[in-house]
């Protein structure tokens, strides 16, 4: 007996009995080594699975091997309520009710990386938590035209900022083990034609305006996934396509990541395998589908892709070096090790969105301080406008949510005052209203059928009698607004807004609109309002952000990611006629986008890019350079004091644009290439440091195709923002 159990003793010892665990399982062994250890084991039938969705919003998985499914979900402002298996409307669940983050506008109006970074963070654990491991987002096609009406997603004109905001973002979302989708790859700027227009553009900009954001987002961000877009560039479908996959992405930024198609984005069998695409969605199969099986078995990456691997028309290589990458994506999310399980709906992600938009939220224009108002003195406070009242969650496509609560901007305004002032609501306007939108209900019943001016009629009744006019109106998410789909048709504020502002200043000096959009506006009556400011869509906490701001318990520190020009002309892209286009559009403004056209033509924009005011004041002192020579391996330090010399504390971000004296191409009179926002109590100074190097003074040479730069003399311009500058000097590039 007892030598019986030495001998099985032994055989466990060497293994004899012990099951040795396969790699692609082992959280300890190489990612890489995981990777073959599976797609050795995979049939080619469960690898083309992988290619392709099995639902609206999931792919498949390996079930014989235990390899996971991958879920997606948008995106980027909170995670999207669960949907049918086949269909875009919510599934009714009653548990996946998110908390909506602010757009990403304000994000980058908040011009600071630890937003991003929160932002990124608190919506990766609700991804997290509800078993998601990508997310659909963050968005950074670029501001360029004001009509674009997905332009709220995305994070301004200028590629510096965005990149900037992009990284931290990606990280945050990352690390929870959820993979950030970044998108929408490439040239993605319009909705007009999304899916059938031609993208003209030269490489300069290509590489100087619209691609930088996306390249930060891989090679320092290191996003695991990629959305390819909609639009066409030299005539191929973005998600299929050679020069932006291939050529840019994976040789020349060294991506390993995972491609996924836009929704409905793929076209084509043989450009989708051999042109970097790794997983198609939504493809609509009507006509293809062969009803004995799933309508998904039909997709370009399913059969037909399946077919032309097994008759040897296209390599099985082909194959495993896209599953290489999903497996790489599921190794990363799903079947890493220590992945954290996520939260969802917590106070902590409530409070993150509001601080967020506090500090997103950018206060335009503020004559005699009429903001903060104060609520000591008896005051009446009229409330005018359907945005005060109306949510903001639910539409505008794809990232519309399902949220635990949204605080309107009405109901922030009343908790804020209490009983310290009485606050009158008047509608003003009625905007179109849908009740839902993909099935999820808003609850609200605020149809109005009242004519324009008994609305007006009734607005300026209730404004005459008050001390002071909020008025809150802006866009909505209806098409044609601030949605995806379809873009603006005009550059005015609609439902006959400028109307009643006209009508209600002439009964009430103290105006003080409040914009709730994702897009500049025209003005018309700027000069008769005394203050402005920029609201954007917030969130689930909207309402009490915006309060936190008009009530002064926070100090705005917001500044415009985009500029606000005075006329839809003063855009390059509508000066020189060059949007929407019919099949081609033609960016005809090169690298001239937001207020490098503006700068080239001396145009006065209303609001400039980084604008924003505080209730406070900051005095920039001289700042201090240490050297004014530059070389191409040495960098300048520029240290800026800057003080808080007025009352209450309160953040400013100081912004360092470069521009080029002399060059023989073409160049902006300057261009972002440093920001810092910091916080200062009253009284309180600091030096803000900046350190400028040689890839600052670069231009993308499109004859060489490479980043350059020439020697010369360089304007380093020091301001507030793009147009309030404080000091200029000259540094020499040896
Ligand atoms: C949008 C994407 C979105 C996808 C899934 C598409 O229509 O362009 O941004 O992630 O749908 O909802």
Redesign the pocket.
């Known amino acids: 007996m007892r030598s019986w159990s030495v001998i099985l003793a032994l055989f466990i010892a060497t293994g004899i009995f012990a099951q040795e665990t396969p790699i692609y399982l082992d959280v300890t062994a190489p990612v890489e080594e995981r990777i073959e250890d599976a797609l050795s084991r995979m049939t080619v039938e469960e690898k083309v699975a992988m290619c392709h969705a099995q639902s609206k ?1 999931s792919s498949a998985g390996v079930p014989r091997l235990g390899i996971p499914e991958n879920w ?1 979900t ?2 980027p402002h909170g995670i ?1 309520p669960e949907v049918f298996w086949n269909e ?1 409307d919510q599934a009714g669940w009653t548990n996946d009710s998110c908390v909506a983050f602010p757009a990403l506008t304000c994000l980058a109006a908040t011009w600071n990386p630890d937003m991003a970074y929160l932002y990124g963070k608190s919506i990766g654990e609700e991804a997290r938590y509800r078993n998601k491991n990508v997310l ?2 963050p ?1 950074v096609n670029i501001y360029r035209t004001p009509l674009n009406g997905r332009n709220f ?1 995305y994070m301004g004109e200028d590629p510096y900022l965005a990149s900037k905001m992009v990284v931290p973002y990606v990280q945050g979302v990352q690390s929870n083990g959820v993979a950030a989708c970044v ?2 790859f490439a040239l993605n700027n319009q909705e007009t034609n999304r899916h059938t227009v031609n993208v003209h553009v030269d490489d300069r900009a290509l590489y100087e305006i619209y691609l930088p954001a996306f390249r930060a987002a891989v090679q320092e961000g290191n996003a695991w996934a990629i ?1 390819g877009a ?1 639009n066409l560039y030299k005539n191929q479908h973005a998600c299929h396509n050679r020069y932006l996959l291939n050529d840019i992405l994976r040789k020349e930024w060294n991506y390993n990541g995972v491609v996924i198609s ?3 984005g793929a076209y084509d069998t043989y450009e989708s395998a051999y042109n970097g695409l790794d997983m198609e ?2 493809t609509g199969t009507d006509g293809l589908t062969d009803a004995r099986t799933s309508e998904y078995d039909a997709y370009h990456l399913a059969r037909p892709y399946l077919k032309l691997i097994k008759n040897g028309d296209i390599p099985i290589e082909n194959l495993d070096n896209k599953v290489r990458n999903i497996l790489r994506l599921v190794f990363r999310t799903t079947m890493s090790a220590n992945r954290p399980y996520g939260t969802f709906g917590s106070p902590e992600h409530f409070d993150a969105a509001r601080k967020i938009a506090q500090e997103g939220i950018v206060l335009l224009k503020n004559e005699e301080n009429i903001l903060p108002i104060g609520l000591d003195g008896k005051k009446r406070i009229a409330v005018i406008g359907e945005n005060a009242i109306r949510m903001m969650t639910v539409g505008g ?3 519309s949510l399902k949220a635990k609560h949204e605080i309107l901007p009405l109901d922030g305004i009343k908790a804020a005052v209490g009983n310290k002032a009485e606050v009158t609501f008047a509608r003003g306007y009625v905007g179109k209203i849908s009740v839902g939108y993909n099935g999820v209900d808003t609850g609200q019943a605020i149809e109005d059928n009242r004519e324009k001016d008994t609305l007006i009629a009734e607005a300026c009744r209730i404004a005459e009698m008050s001390d002071i006019v909020i008025f809150v109106g802006g866009l909505n998410k209806e098409i044609h607004q601030d949605c ?1 789909g379809l873009d603006r048709y005009d550059f005015q504020l609609p439902y006959a807004q400028n109307e009643l502002l006209d009508a209600l200043s002439k009964v009430n000096e103290n105006i003080v609109v409040v914009l709730v959009s994702g897009n500049a506006v025209e003005m018309p009556w700027v000069d008769n309002v005394k203050s402005i400011m920029q609201a954007w869509y917030c969130g689930s906490e909207a309402g009490n952000a915006i309060a936190d701001i008009l009530f002064g318990k926070v100090n705005p520190s917001g500044k415009l990611p985009f500029s606000f020009a005075r006329k839809l002309d003063d855009y390059g892209a509508h000066a020189l006629d060059a949007y929407p286009g019919d099949r081609d559009v033609y960016y005809k403004e090169g690298i001239f986008v937001g207020y490098r056209w503006l700068e080239k033509n001396k145009t006065k924009p209303l609001f400039p890019f980084g604008h924003g005011l505080s209730y406070t004041i900051f005095k920039y002192g001289k700042p201090v350079f240490s050297s004014r020579e530059l070389s191409s391996s040495d960098s300048i330090v520029v240290s800026v004091p800057i003080r808080n010399t007025g009352g209450m504390k309160g953040k400013e971000t100081v912004q360092l644009y470069i521009g080029d004296k002399k060059s023989t191409l073409p160049r902006p009179l300057k261009e972002l290439k440093a920001f810092r926002k910091i916080e200062l109590q009253p009284g309180e100074e600091k030096n803000v440091d900046f350190k400028i190097s040689v890839a600052d003074l670069m231009f993308f040479d499109d004859v060489r195709h490479a980043w350059t730069y020439e020697t010369g003399k360089f304007v380093v311009y020091i301001g507030a923002s793009s147009e309030d500058i404080k000091y200029s000097t000259e540094i020499t590039l040896k």
Do not use: A
């Open positions: 919003f997606m948008d995106g999207r875009w659909l987002g968005g997603e998108k929408h959305m909609y836009d929704w409905g969605f939504g496509g794809s990232s995806e």
